[in-house]
């Protein structure tokens, strides 16, 4: 994010972001969201303060993705309205960093690294500017924050899957946004990269960003983030770990799989003196909901 | 010319040589079969990388009625003295088929979108039913008073003897807007190809830009249909990026080779259709693509089959030659020296060893009989074991001081990996190059240094040390 020249418009983002610091980062109103007939998401109304890092969790099939594409206008609402920084997300589009799943794209595709990260620019570039010397420069910086910058020029296929997670991140910091939104970065990936997006989002918290993320670990929540949002296809909680992520709350979130649940909900509760980061390392309860 | 057949090498030197350059029917067909395949292999790019390679055969296909009704609307207004462009007017008939395509285009994604049937099932479904609409048409037009002069055949395999100066500038003109569009609009298209939810939260207008793609692939199929026809023209928009794919790994070197493939096989295909003029163009451009193609899938360097085949060979090998050095070092280094806490073995002692007999090295690892003899000559050859004679008629085998050193090396290393992948997460965020083949490449010093540790508290160090290394 260390670019040299600031655009008039991030001088006025910041400036707004300090004296208006009450503005809700995300504001959702009565959202509703259907698939033709069936809707996944139902009156959910949410406020996520700036600057923090948020975790959305829920089941399979909750509507956690679904929440993040219609709040940045990629899915249709049918009712409802959804405020980024206090405006509606098509003004606020230059704000929005973007992490999409990483098995969305062919990572086959004849391009390399530098050049993913590059994507991030087009949207201030405008049509028909090709990026030049300093998108790459930028693009090269945000390699680096991931820690990717030594694989620059390697063919995308030729990643490891984390790799090309950290890839992606690069290009969502190429957008020099102010929130970001990411969709289950830590999903399948090395503990390398789990570490390196855990840096990352601390940099990105300590820079006044707000990142909010679909996550499924639910042991990780308390080590990573500040609030949770804990979502069944209705909003069941919504605030900051400590008061949020609860045995209570995840009972009425994950419902009939309390079994498993109630291990990780005792874990939960009795972790209170944490041990340090990746120490601990990987153990069970990794993915779940996902049978 | 008459007497040698086709298929001679001589028929085709000879026709070269008696090929008339000054001709300009011959110059006018050369340049807009060339043309035809810049433009439908630089479009045929997106739409390869898109996933859509079926959608420039939907559209091919579908371009068939267009041109018929053109036609027949031409002919019906002439007759009723309403107007008179010439129903051959190659504009009228062009704009027939692109209208027509566009047509099946929107009734694809509108089955696609609005039932449970999939995009490659719909394209099936529109693409025959114009089609055979299209057929039908033909037929009664060919049947008909003006039909048979109608020329409208040459629309199914290409014609490109037919081509005249001024449907060749009309060729050009529109080669030349597709191209144009595509540099301007680069960035964006290789957006949607890659990542089109991205360029949507990025504020792109994906929406547009793929229905814009769609109608640039609808224009480099009706700039081929006269040369080509509806049948093959797809084949000009997928088999040269197809083939140019397997020589780049970038997407900007990729569409100029694609153009270059495709306007070769052009030229080619038009060239050999001017030397045999009963036949068809279409299948010679499309062959001479082909030729193409078949060269890049065989003999590409990175990508090729060949390269792949002998890659996954000799790696295969390696691992082979490795194993089999790691089981005789690991045989070795339990008959020297027991158990862990026996100190560290100088090479020395190698001369000590009775050798291990090759019944010893399948049992450490499942490979037949004739395998682990061919590794074993293998390395003998390289100098790194030697095999010695033995009172029960079989020799022994034991490793000769460089393929020590070398045996050393390569254990070293898959234990030093063993321990990485075991402690990995204790050592904190690394940016790890899993191709390396080697934990020193990619680790810093210190953490190399506990990973050293880790491999003496486990046990796991080397203790047959080659000179060098104590």
């Known amino acids: ?291 | 010319m008459e007497s040698t057949p086709f298929w001679s090498l001589k028929f085709w030197l000879e026709g070269l040589q008696s090929l008339d350059w000054t001709d300009p029917t011959l110059r006018w067909v050369v340049m807009g079969s060339v043309l035809l395949g810049v433009a439908a292999a630089v479009l045929g790019c997106f739409a390869f990388l898109r996933g859509r390679s079926l959608m420039g055969d939907a559209l091919a296909h579908a371009a068939l009625p267009g041109v018929c009704v053109a036609f027949g609307l031409a002919e019906w207004a002439r007759a009723r003295g309403l107007f008179d462009v010439g129903s051959k007017n190659l504009w009228l008939l062009l704009v027939g088929a692109g209208l027509s395509g566009m047509l099946a285009a929107w009734c694809i994604s509108f089955i696609a979108r609005n039932s449970r049937i999939k995009e490659d099932a719909a394209q099936a479904i529109v693409l025959s039913v114009f089609f055979g609409t299209g057929i039908l048409l033909l037929t009664r037009i060919q049947h008909g008073s003006s039909g048979s002069q109608s020329g409208l055949d040459k629309f199914l395999f290409g014609q490109a003897a037919s081509l005249v100066g001024s449907d060749v500038r009309t060729m050009a003109s529109m080669a030349v807007v597709l191209c144009v569009l595509t540099f301007v609009l680069y960035k964006e298209l290789k957006l949607l190809c890659f990542d089109q939810a991205f360029g949507r939260g990025l504020g792109l207008p994906m929406g547009f830009l793929d229905g814009l793609l769609l109608v640039m692939i609808v224009g480099a199929v009706v700039i081929g249909l006269q040369a080509v026809g509806v049948v093959l023209i797809s084949a000009m928009l997928i088999i040269p990026p197809a083939a140019a794919r397997f020589w780049t790994e970038k997407l900007h070197r990729m569409i100029p080779l694609a153009a270059l493939l495709g306007g070769l096989s052009g030229g080619l295909g038009a060239v050999m259709s001017a030397l045999a003029p009963r036949m068809p163009t279409g299948p010679l451009i499309v062959l001479a693509a082909t030729t193409m193609f078949t060269i890049s899938l065989l003999f590409a360097p990175q990508r090729g089959a060949l390269a792949r085949g002998w890659r996954l060979l000799s790696t295969r090998r390696m691992v082979r030659r490795e194993n089999a050095l790691r089981d005789l070092f690991e045989i070795t280094e339990e008959s020297l020296a027991p158990g862990t806490t026996t100190p560290d073995m100088p090479v020395e002692q190698l001369a000590h060893f009775e050798g291990a007999s090759e019944d010893d090295l399948r049992s450490k690892r499942g490979v037949t009989q004739a395998v682990l003899r061919g590794v074993l000559q293998e390395l003998k050859r390289a100098g790194w074991v030697e095999i010695m004679p033995h009172p029960t008629g079989k020799g022994r085998w034991r490793l000769t001081p460089a393929g020590l050193q070398k045996a050393y090396d390569v254990v070293r290393r898959h234990r030093l990996w063993e321990m990485f992948l075991m402690y990995e997460t204790s050592l904190g965020p690394q940016s790890i190059d899993r191709d390396a083949d080697a934990v020193e490449h990619f680790l810093p010093p210190e953490a190399l240094v506990h990973l050293e540790e880790m491999m003496r508290q486990n046990g796991l160090e080397p203790r047959l040390k080659p000179a060098a290394a104590s």
Not at chain 1, 51 to 62: D, K, Q
């Open chain 1, 1 to 291: 994010m260390q670019t040299e020249n600031i655009s008039p418009l991030e001088v006025q983002i910041s400036e707004s972001a300090n004296s208006h610091a009450q503005i809700p980062a995300l504001e959702v109103h009565d959202l509703t969201v259907a698939y033709h007939r069936k809707p996944v998401l139902w009156d959910i109304d949410l406020s996520l303060p700036a600057g923090n890092l948020i975790a959305i969790i829920g089941p399979n099939g909750a509507g956690k993705s679904t929440l993040l594409k219609s709040v940045m206008g990629l899915l249709p609402i049918a009712s409802g309205w959804a405020k980024i920084h206090g405006k509606p997300w098509h003004e606020q589009r230059q704000l929005i960093g973007y992490v999409p799943q990483r098995e969305s794209v062919d990572w086959d595709f004849p391009t390399d690294a530098l050049d993913v990260v590059m994507m991030g620019a087009y949207g201030r570039l405008g049509w028909m500017r090709r990026p030049g010397k300093a998108e790459r420069e930028a693009a090269l910086n945000c390699l680096e924050q991931v820690g990717m910058a030594s694989f620059a020029n390697r063919q995308i296929s030729q990643l490891s899957g984390g790799q090309q997670q950290r890839v992606f991140l690069a290009r969502a910091l190429a957008q020099q946004a102010q929130i970001y939104f990411m969709d289950e970065p830590f999903a399948g990936v090395d503990a390398a990269t789990e570490s390196a997006i855990v840096t990352l989002l601390q940099d990105l918290k300590a820079n006044g960003k707000t990142v909010i993320v679909v996550h499924h670990d639910l042991e990780t929540v308390r080590e990573y983030f500040d609030w949770v949002v804990l979502l069944n296809m209705r909003l069941l909680a919504a605030g900051p770990v400590a008061t949020t992520f609860t045995r209570e709350n995840l009972q009425k979130t994950y419902g009939g799989k309390l079994t498993v649940l109630s291990a990780v909900a005792d874990a939960v509760s009795l972790d209170d003196a944490r041990q340090t980061p990746f120490a601990r390392g990987r153990k069970g309860a990794k993915t779940f909901g996902e049978n």
